[in-house]
């Protein structure tokens, strides 16, 4: 299941020029501090700088692999597509290349899956794929997996990676899977099932708006990207200077807008010991070893 690197490339040295003698994909320069690590170094270390911790973004397998028990993911809605409802230019080229170039089929992967033996549906999204956009297929996928999250009685556990918010390509359409999708989620509330959504970077605009915000459990990962429009936006529309974390996951808890940051070595427990807290009564025996 793991996916094979596909951003570890050649870094580039401080002032933008390439760094040469260094074998594509050997090394990776950290966007934070600077240092330039083994990409082995980092990937044994669950893609975090060894420096600064600064936290890399996954791919939604590599999120899944971390995440669920091994062997336990079952894969579900990937038959759903995108198609070009609105015959925008050149829209069914650039998601030919992103299906080629990330071997997924839409930018967020659905299944079910055991955390420390409890089952959950689990979601994770793709930022490589047209910046994580939330098009139809998205919609549609997500709002299935809280529909079996509700048929199953089980939680439902998200991942975000969105930077690219609404996918504009799709205009009207994936704006309006913001409603759809937290429709899905109040028939979840209504049903009872929880839902835990884990914000890492970037978690931004129409996916920040609707399902990544209404979590009953909202974490994040440090140091994230997350809000709605970007810094300059708010510069220039409220005319004030910004705090320098602003939009920050940091920035987002002082705010109440996120109910705990947790490091990446400490999620997968953390989900776990959140699925036992919101195991319904005589769903508490663990299914695998
Ligand atoms: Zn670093």
């Not at 198609?83 to 071997?103: N, Q």
């Not at 991942?159 to 609404?166: C, K, P, Q, R, V």
Request: net charge neutral.
């Amino acid at each position: 299941m793991r996916a094979k690197s596909r951003w570890f490339t050649k870094p580039s040295g401080r002032n933008g020029s390439a760094v040469t003698n260094m074998p594509e994909g050997l090394w990776v320069k950290c966007p934070r501090c600077a240092e330039i690590h083994f990409a082995k170094d980092i990937e044994r270390n669950l893609r975090i700088c060894t420096k600064c911790d600064y936290h890399y973004r996954l791919h939604a397998y590599e999120r899944i692999d971390l995440t669920v028990d091994e062997g336990s993911f079952v894969k579900i809605n990937d038959d759903v597509m995108s198609v070009d409802p609105l015959g925008f230019p050149g829209y069914p080229e650039k998601l030919a290349r992103a299906i080629s170039s990330t071997g997924l089929t839409d930018a967020v992967v659905c299944g079910e899956a055991l955390i420390d033996g409890r089952r959950c549906v689990i979601s994770a999204a793709d930022f490589d794929f047209l910046g994580g956009s939330m098009g139809s297929a998205v919609g549609e996928r997500l709002v299935r997996a809280m529909e079996l999250s509700v048929e199953l009685r089980i939680p439902f556990v998200l991942f975000t990676a969105n930077g690219g918010g609404a996918r504009m390509f799709e205009g009207l359409y994936s704006l309006m899977q913001m409603a759809k999708t937290s429709a899905g989620l109040a028939k979840m509330e209504r049903a009872a099932v929880p839902y835990i959504v884990v914000l890492t970077d970037p978690t931004m605009a129409g996916v920040y708006a609707s399902y990544a915000s209404l979590g009953d459990i909202i974490l994040a990962e440090p140091g994230a990207l997350i809000g709605f429009a970007g810094r300059r936006v708010g510069n220039q529309d409220m005319g004030m200077k910004l705090p320098d974390d602003f939009q920050s996951s940091e920035f987002q808890f002082r705010c109440g807008m996120v109910d705990q940051i947790v490091h990446r070595r400490e999620l997968r427990s953390t989900l776990a010991t959140l699925l036992m807290l919101l195991a319904e009564e005589g769903s508490d025996v663990k299914t695998s070893a």
